[in-house]
């Protein structure tokens, strides 16, 4: 993390670290407290991935419904979307560290109730996706990874606290380096687990890592003051967020333009696996969900080591042109080569558009008010995937599907997505990034892209009450 070592003030500017204690500013010593930090949320991150990974191969293979799965990977996307300016309020209010320590104990908690359900019911019973007990038993495990997502808004607003200015970019790439180490360890394992062990050893797996992520974070210190308490926020501060963003020019639209992005990611979301699975066994499909998941650790790395540039907005709307390309041809043909190598380039370059959004927040955002506004642009932005999900897997399974498979479909788009066993979802894939594509190309000429490149260009250091009242 050479990368991230402090440059010297300028004494002509100095800067009052925000929240820091006395005598702490941002140097080696938060420096190693990030890295803790980071350290532990790799392991939080294995854990939670590992298991919903898991329950989502397991309940393809169970049920063989596109639409079971489109439910489950829609209900967390909604869930973590409902919650996420509660979350980010909780992160404005309380010290990070407790914060994280909620969150993982509560996790640990609802890992060990399903663990409890699997043995008292079995596989049998919790197995038929038209029963209670499969979606209870889904619904418990989706609470214990919702919840887990309250560590990422902590740990964005831990890089504004922790990390000099002109090293977040690069922090924020190690971030997703991390991430994608913990996909690429997480999505081979649980496809073997699935395959090999069966959901209940994996279940007992997830627990006993969720215990050792929680052990490890216990001692990590991070050096933080208590959040001053502020008049008149409510626990979902929606007000506070709001009136955050608003002051940034471009800001809203920004969050606008990851909404209807993540409303076509959606897509992606119910339908991805199923069509991997229908080209690899279980075990195979994870084998290459890790090896493409390298891809997410190149990305983080390049980002990490070389910066985002000196203008993040460009950088987001390019990076999101990739995606759009990608997701129009890595699925023109049903050649397990192309898709694998598709996945590859898309976790590549997945990174930088994250970090790009983290880095553009944390520097024209104000600290105080960061998770709130992290927190509601994870709630506004995440709600359009599940609605995605719900609508794209019904009708892939009741009318795409069928409709390709039958003579009509293949001679009117045989030409364009060639012939297999999966052309609904290709044919699906394929509208949903031309429609991306043309998204991003209006938005690289609009005015709220100009304002905000503008607005990060004049932002400076933040500067926050301990400051200016010193």
């Not at 980071?38 to 991150?45: K, S």
């Not at 690899?280 to 390298?294: K, N, Q, R």
């Not at 709307?317 to 049903?334: H, K, P, Q, S, Y």
Request: net charge negative; with cysteine.
């Amino acid at each position: 993390m050479d990368e991230l070592d402090p440059v010297p003030a300028d004494p002509a500017a100095p800067q009052v670290e925000a929240h820091l204690p006395p005598g702490v500013s941002r140097g080696p010593e938060t420096l190693r407290a990030f890295r803790a930090v980071l350290g532990n949320t790799l392991v939080a991150n294995v854990t939670s991935s590992y298991l919903w990974f898991a329950l989502t191969f397991w309940a393809y293979l169970e049920t063989r419904s596109v639409m079971a799965t489109a439910i489950i990977g829609g209900g967390f996307m909604l869930f973590t979307a409902v919650f996420g300016t509660f979350f980010g309020t909780l992160v404005d209010h309380h010290r990070k560290k407790l914060v994280m320590l909620a969150s993982s104990t509560i996790t640990w908690v609802t890992y060990a109730l399903a663990g409890v359900v699997w043995l008292l019911l079995g596989e049998e019973r919790l197995a038929d996706w038209g029963s209670a007990w499969f979606w209870l038993f889904s619904a418990v495990i989706l609470v214990g990874g919702v919840v887990e997502s309250l560590r990422n808004i902590a740990l964005s607003t831990t890089v504004t606290l922790l990390v000099p200015e002109d090293g977040r970019d690069k922090a924020n790439g190690l971030v997703g380096t991390v991430q994608g180490i913990a996909f690429m360890i997480t999505s081979v394992f649980s496809g073997l687990s699935v395959g090999l062990l069966g959901m209940g050893w994996t279940l007992a797996i997830a627990i006993a890592l969720t215990g050792a992520s929680l052990l490890h974070l216990v001692p990590i210190t991070i050096p933080e003051l208590d959040p001053e308490p502020e008049e008149g926020a409510s626990r979902f501060d929606v007000r506070g967020a709001v009136v955050a963003i608003r002051a940034v020019p471009g800001l809203v639209a920004l969050i606008l333009f990851s909404t209807f992005n993540n409303l076509v990611s959606g897509v992606y979301i119910a339908l991805m696996d199923p069509y991997g699975l229908t080209l690899f066994s279980v075990e195979a499909w994870g084998i290459v969900l890790g090896v493409t998941g390298i891809g997410f650790v190149v990305g983080g790395g390049l980002v990490a080591k070389y910066g985002l540039g000196a203008n993040p907005v460009r950088t987001l709307l390019l990076v999101n042109v990739g995606v759009a390309v990608l997701g129009m041809t890595f699925t023109l043909r049903e050649w397990a080569w192309l898709y694998v190598l598709g996945l590859f380039l898309f976790m590549c370059i997945i990174p930088a558009a994250e970090s790009a959004e983290q880095t553009i927040m944390q520097r024209v955002v104000p600290f105080r008010t960061q998770g709130r506004v992290f927190g509601f642009a994870q709630s506004v932005e995440l709600a359009a995937s599940p609605f995605s999900a719900f609508l794209i897997g019904p009708i892939a399974e009741f009318w795409l599907i069928p409709y390709m498979d039958s003579a009509e479909g293949r001679s009117t788009w045989g030409w364009l997505v060639g012939g297999g066993e999966a052309r609904g979802i290709a044919l699906v894939f394929l509208g949903a990034g031309a429609i991306m594509l043309v998204t991003v190309m209006i938005a690289l000429v609009s005015a709220p892209y100009r304002r905000l490149s503008q607005a990060y260009a004049a932002a400076p250091p933040q500067r926050l009450e301990t400051e200016q009242t010193s």
